[in-house]
């Protein structure tokens, strides 16, 4: 988990999680909570069947890609793509 803060001066929680295979999974919480992060991380890496609800708080990017089943656009955030994730 990594809390950010987005171009808008909001602040984002962060996950990623880690399958056994090595597939990775990043969610992401406007109202920092982690375990819906973390719910998120594990959709999208294939270990949990439901896909987590969510509601669009700011209109950001990632909330209408997430809303929209489309790939969320983690890098069009400076502050995600800083981040140095552990191995």
């Excluded at 609800?53 to 990017?61: S, V």
């Amino acid at each position: 988990m990594q809390s950010i803060r987005l171009q808008t001066g909001q602040e984002a929680l962060v996950a990623r999680v880690l399958t056994k295979e090595g597939k990775a999974g990043y969610g992401f919480n406007f109202q920092l909570d982690a375990t819906a992060a973390r719910h998120m991380a594990e959709w999208q890496a294939g270990v949990r069947k439901e896909k987590p609800a969510l509601e669009a708080l700011l209109g950001h990017p990632w909330e209408k890609a997430y809303l929209a089943g489309e790939p969320v656009p983690w890098n069009s955030e400076q502050g995600f793509a800083e981040i140095q994730w552990l191995p």
